[in-house]
């Protein structure tokens, strides 16, 4: 079995998903772009069990970008209420797998009755000590960093800081992301090879993954085989091999 091939003292501590294909994987089953993205909630159930099970700390799913909001209105309500749904439907289950909810992204440009749900998932999950899942929702990696670059401008309006205190550590406790380390491995399903605006500052170091495979055809076994191609890889960091083998 592929689980078996992971090693258990290499997990990456935090893992982060582009899910696409939604879209594609339904027209090929003849069928609606919603029904694709209803789907894919089976594969988000799936990657959150794995990652339960390999004790991965951080998983980081990109469910709905700044740009998507740009889809036909159609596409976007049904997401939205797909959302709404999904979040509801699977709190138990989160609670059942100790599973902490946390959201990434301007949040205040969803309709309020996702905003409340998904308060009400952070909080009845808040308290979970396991797996943290990080919903990255109308969320992007511009975004991110223009938010952190406004805090900061207000700090520096009102005094606070001064301009030697900006340095890469201040900037990061500013992102969205500012609790969570980098994701050591970053995934993107559905055979586009680009990172879709996703967490732009936060992968400047990541592995980069990609598989063809359509996301409501992914299952926790094509994460283990993501993390088994992950471990065979060596990360230097700009050193060289000779540094980083000695
Ligand atoms: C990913 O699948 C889900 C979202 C972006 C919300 P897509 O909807 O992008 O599916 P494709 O890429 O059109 O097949
Ligand atoms: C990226 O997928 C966003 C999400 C998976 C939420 P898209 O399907 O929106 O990306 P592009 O437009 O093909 O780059
Ligand atoms: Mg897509």
Redesign the pocket.
Known sequence: MIIDQVKKNYIPRHVAV????N?RWAELHGNDRIYGHRQGVESVRSVVEGAGELGIEFLTL????T??WC?PKEEVDALMSLLVDAIVREVANLNEKNVKMNVIGNIDSFPHEVQLKLKEAIYSTSSNTGLNLIL?LS?SGRWDILQATRQIIRKALAGEITEEQLDEPFFIDHLSTSVVPDPELLI?T?G?Y?I???LLWQSAYSEFYFTSIF?PDFRKENLFEAIVDFQGRERRFGKTSEQIRS
């Not at 582009?18 to 294909?21: E, F, L, R, T, Y």
């Not at 990109?62 to 970008?65: D, E, G, K, Q, W």
């Open positions: 582009i899910m696409d294909g879209g990109y469910a709905f970008s740009e998507n889809r990255a969320y993107r559905s586009e680009r879709s605006n996703f996301w």
